[in-house]
């Protein structure tokens, strides 16, 4: 794809681009549609450098959709659409330490979100995504077509994440699409995750903890990833519908500070093709 309003230099060929020419704190509407379709091509952008005040960052955010709101971390200037990802030296945990998609459980997951860093450690403290896009498509034929007939309980509990700031709201749980199509390019994407899928309805305890152990190992190959490395003003913004990411915490004493954005999405859904089986399995839920 050519743009006109920005520069885009991808990271690798499967996922990954820095955007160049572009400040955030004042986009036009060719260039959010340029920067829009740069998203859907490489799933994840990088933006260095930038200077957003939180409204610039929320007015972004939303020339996407509109916000999602996190169902329990803390969040800044009394806004909670402005979600607080802040690590330091008295830290139990940093937010995303394990591999998932944001807040999966919810029953429409958010389609985006965008993270500015305000405060980078002097070393480490990268974010890794991977393309589940590319993790659909390198499994075997019969493996995906399995995959496509079966859906996930995903759970979300939060208790003692956030230390005593209380919850925004009730800890969601859904059951999603094994395989989710993308609502704006068509592709499919694996959609499980180890930080939210519990569990693959259609099957025994025993096969499902078997098969999403695989996935989730299989979704981890580094083929399928790009990795940032953070300074001061970076902002990366990410597709929840067909990424993963995890934040790396090797940092410890010093701090990694900044605010995300979310935007809100919709229910996944799976077009089959037209050429799929659509005989259901015979479900045996609940094994
Ligand atoms: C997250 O939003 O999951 C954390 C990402 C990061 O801190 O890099």
């Not at 169902?71 to 591999?99: C, E």
């Not at 059951?175 to 592709?187: A, K, L, N, W």
């Not at 499980?192 to 519990?198: L, P």
């Not at 569990?199 to 025993?206: D, G, P, W």
Request: with cysteine; aromatic share 8%; net charge negative.
């Amino acid at each position: 794809m050519s743009y006109r309003h920005i520069a885009v230099d991808p990271v690798t060929p499967t996922i990954g681009a820095v955007v160049e020419g572009v400040r955030l704190a004042e986009v036009d509407d060719a260039t959010v549609a340029e920067i829009h379709d740069a998203w859907m091509e490489h799933c994840v952008l990088f933006f260095r450098d930038q200077t957003l005040t939180p409204e610039q960052h929320l007015a972004f955010g939303r020339h996407f959709g509109p916000l999602h709101i996190h169902p329990a971390a803390p969040y800044a200037h009394g806004d909670p659409a402005l979600m607080v990802i802040h690590t330091d030296a008295h830290s139990k945990r940093n937010n995303g330490s394990g591999w998932h998609s944001d807040v999966s459980a919810d029953a429409e997951p958010p389609l985006g979100s965008i993270l500015h860093l305000h405060q980078a450690p002097s070393q480490g403290g990268d974010t890794l995504w991977a393309s589940m896009y590319a993790a659909f498509e390198a499994l075997s034929t019969p493996l995906r077509a399995l995959l496509e007939r079966l859906t996930a309980h995903h759970g979300a509990d939060y208790t003692g994440h956030y230390g005593d700031h209380p919850p925004q709201r009730a800890f969601p749980s859904a059951t999603h699409p094994v395989v989710r199509t993308h609502p704006v390019t068509g592709r499919k994407a694996l959609f499980v995750n180890a930080g939210f899928t519990r569990r693959i309805v259609e099957l025994a305890a025993s096969e499902s903890r078997a098969l999403l152990d695989f996935l989730f190992k299989h979704a981890m190959h580094p083929a399928f990833q790009c990795r940032f490395n953070w300074r001061a003003g970076d902002v990366a913004m990410w597709d929840n519908r067909c990424t993963q990411h995890l934040a790396v915490w090797d940092y410890h004493p010093e701090t990694r500070a900044g605010l995300r954005v979310t935007i809100a999405g919709d229910r996944p859904f799976l077009a089959r093709d037209a050429d799929a089986d659509a005989a259901p399995l015979n479900v045996a839920a609940g094994r």
